[in-house]
């Protein structure tokens, strides 16, 4: 009996470890995604203020420096090629040049793809103050991404996929003038919204 007793004591310390534990992840990743929402709102602020007046919008048009290349913006020691705005989903969220793994959970990066040849790809960490809700999108939802000289480009949610996490080529292929993209919940599968550029 005092055998069953010892057993019995030990799988109820051990539950309430795990339950303690599933409780500090959970506080854990709220505090982080607000801690993201935060960081990337304060990059936009700044991001902002350095922003000409008047903003123009183009629609096959070409927005490049004299040596081609996109302009960027640096905060922090981190390079931005300007701000993706999902109005449906209230996110206005800067983009970084580059992307990693560490970067993401800065801000969503430009995972590879031009935005003046219509090719860009935003890759987001699944925060919700990030890239967490893309799955709420519709068709025909709109998306705009002002660049770091003012140019706003206007787009509307064309397709929405979901492909598997490995799946490189799929990511990549199609004819859209952007893609964004964030992993699903469990990471194996990437929530991927394809537009196409508006006037």
Known sequence: MVHRSKKGTIFMALGTILVLSALILVLYNRWDDQRAGKAAADVVTQIEKQLPNQQVSFVGQTAQTDN????EFSVNGHSYIGIVKIPSLHLT?????????????????????????GTLIIAGHNYQRHFGLLHCLSIGDSVTFTDVNGNVYRYRVSEMET????????????????TLFTCTLDGQRRVTIRCKQIP
């Open 93 to 117: 969220l800067p983009v970084l040049n580059k992307w990693s793994y560490p970067l993401l959970r800065i801000a969503p990066c430009r995972y590879q793809g031009s935005l003046q040849k």
């Open 163 to 178: 492909i598997p996490k490995q799946d490189v080529k799929q990511m990549e292929s199609g004819d859209w003038d952007l």
């Open 68 to 71: 081609g290349k996109t302009s």
